[in-house]
């Protein structure tokens, strides 16, 4: 497991510990929707909301893409 803590501006200590901490390797990967809300946040600055989620799919499903000029032009028609 994994244990986490804080302090706060009036000195309390705050902790809390996980069974298993997300995102650790191919044995506890993320879930899909935090995947995709952590890459959506990652890509907001660089590619258009719309054009990130097309992208994010397209990277999900990499191994059945047909040509990887694919991906690499979504991402150059979400480029902000």
Known sequence: GADGGVRVADGTALRQPAEAPLGGGPEEPLPQAMLQ?????CAGGSLTEAGAKEVFDALMGLQDLARMSDLTDAIAAATR
């Open 37 to 41: 809300a952590k890459f959506l946040d």
